[in-house]
């Protein structure tokens, strides 16, 4: 590793003091958890490796430590300038800091380890970009349904406004068929009415001329008996 080569330090270790570079024999501590795979501790250096394991174990393994790390130095900010004013919390950051002051870099990864991190990078790529299919493919039989959906609400709704125009339609018709018999009824009892008036005015007056008549017999038979 070239001298003047600056300290690259992982993100899930603490970060080291300005200028600072590991001494000869130096070891991090197995507390930090291992650099990212393929993380480069100098410019010069080739990628760092660990044993082969999965990207999600990898993946906690990082986060986990970067968190509490990062709790620690925001702490410390927030209680002014950087440090912290609670005395086990700026000896967690001093302790991990000072705690660069031994060991070496971890060795350098094998063309194995970065061939099988490709293909789980690849893998992981590929289930990413099904699920992502899955899920435009599911939003839309979901859009197509409430599509359907709508629709078929919006034929349902004019089939009864239909029926109901209809049915007014229809009881109007029979309304007006009801008022045109009703007068036709009335009509005809008052024609029917009408008749039996001048059947009864002809009787009366036959029987009327009857009588007159009969008068008229009976005078002309008196005058000439007498």
């Known amino acids: 590793m070239p001298s003047s080569a600056p300290w690259n330090s ?3 270790w603490p970060t080291p003091p300005p200028g600072w570079r590991p001494p000869p024999g130096w070891q991090p501590d197995p507390a930090w958890g291992p650099a990212p795979e393929g993380w480069r501790f100098t410019e010069g250096q080739g990628r760092s490796g660990d044993s082969p394991r999965r990207p999600f174990y990898r993946m906690k393994r990082v986060i986990i430590p970067s968190a509490i790390l990062g709790l620690l130095v925001i702490g410390g900010a927030v209680n002014g300038n950087g440090a912290s004013n609670d005395p ?9 800091t000072a705690a660069f002051t031994s060991g070496s870099p971890a060795p350098a990864s094998s063309p194995a380890t970065d061939a099988g991190d490709a293909k789980q990078a690849a893998d992981a790529a ?4 099904d699920a992502a299919k899955q899920a435009a493919d599911a939003k839309q039989a979901a859009d197509a349904a409430a599509t359907k959906q709508a629709a078929d609400a919006a034929d349902a709704a004019k089939q009864a ?3 109901a125009a209809a049915k ?3 009881d109007a ?9 009703d007068a036709a009824a009335a009509k005809q009892a008052a024609d029917a009415a009408a008749t039996k008036q001048a059947v009864d005015a002809a009787a009366a007056k036959q029987a009327a001329d009857a ?4 008068q008229a017999a009976d005078a002309a038979a008196a005058k000439q008996a007498a």
């Not at 590929?126 to 970009?129: F, H, Y």
């Not at 009588?211 to 009969?214: E, L």
């Open 88 to 96: 086990g919390t700026a000896t967690a950051v001093s302790t991990l």
């Open 161 to 163: 406004a239909d029926a």
């Open 173 to 181: 018709a029979a309304a007006a068929a009801k008022q045109a018999a």
């Open 168 to 170: 007014q339609t229809a």
């Open 211 to 214: 009588a007159a008549a009969k």
């Open 10 to 12: 992982p993100p899930n």
């Open 126 to 129: 590929k289930q990413a970009a």
